[in-house]
């Protein structure tokens, strides 16, 4: 069975700073996904990122990485030059399990994010 | 961009009422989820489908639960008889694909309260 763990219930940041939310997962699948959702105040669940486990580099998408290290089994998202609007709970969550079903995703229970000005 | 949207927003119904909830999923994917966050929670995965057929399911979903692909376009999530304990978030998504790299992407969510 797959588990995301994240362990930091709430992080604070000071706008423009970069902050390093943490995912630890554990899977005994060779071939696996790892995502990060952010979810506002509104409800939504918007992709941010996403990282394969046979990629060599740290996925990137804009003011968005992935620090992911495959032996310690972690998938950290970085968030550089935080804005205001960032402030969000952050949801980890993970693909796997190539012989069952059609590979829900597992996720963690969430980081919740504020950037204070 | 293509997205998922989903129907109501906010549905409100009395304990033993029937509720459809609905999706649209993004027009090229074949594969559609449902997942559940109840408030403060984390998202629990509910069921997904492919091909007109539940391909797999969570505990959570039983008898009570059902879903349909009724046309080419909406997917929707069945509740026969709610419960208190069926107030939450309800969040359809779609993937073009069913390998462990391809993204998930999810509709705004219906938020189900039930009195």
């Known amino acids: 069975a797959q588990k995301i763990t994240q362990t930091q219930p709430g992080m604070f940041v000071q706008e423009k700073e970069a902050v390093t939310l943490d995912c630890t997962y554990d899977?005994?699948?060779?071939?696996?996904?790892l995502f990060w959702y952010k979810q506002p105040s509104s409800g939504e669940m918007i992709f941010l990122i996403y990282?394969?486990?046979?990629?060599?580099q740290n996925a990137t998408e804009g003011r968005y990485s992935l620090n992911f290290q495959k032996a310690r089994k972690s998938a950290n998202l970085v968030i550089s030059a935080s804005q205001l609007g960032d402030s969000a709970m952050y949801f980890c969550?993970?693909?796997?399990?190539?012989?069952?079903?059609?590979?829900?995703?597992?996720f963690g229970t969430g980081t919740r994010l504020l950037v204070s000005p | 961009e293509p997205e998922v949207t989903q129907t109501p927003s906010h549905q409100v119904t009395q304990m033993g009422q029937e509720v459809i909830l609905r999706c649209v999923p993004i027009?090229?994917?074949?594969?559609f989820y449902w997942y559940r966050q109840i408030l403060g929670q984390k998202v629990e995965f509910l069921v997904s489908?492919?091909?007109?057929?539940?391909?797999?399911k969570s505990e959570i979903f039983d008898d009570q639960f059902s879903v349909e692909r009724p046309d080419g376009s909406n997917f929707t999530l069945k509740i026969r008889s709610t419960k208190l304990e069926d107030s939450a978030m309800y969040f359809c998504?779609?993937?073009?694909?069913?390998?462990?790299?391809?993204?998930?992407?999810f509709g705004p969510g219906t938020r189900l309260t039930v009195l």
């Open positions: 489908f492919y091909n007109n057929e539940i391909s797999e």
């Open positions: 969550a993970m693909r796997a399990d190539l012989n069952t079903g059609f590979q829900k995703l597992v």
């Open positions: 990282q394969g486990s046979y990629d060599e």
């Open positions: 998504a779609s993937s073009e694909d069913r390998e462990p790299t391809d993204t998930q992407y």
């Open positions: 899977t005994s699948d060779q071939s696996y996904g």
């Open positions: 027009s090229n994917h074949l594969y």
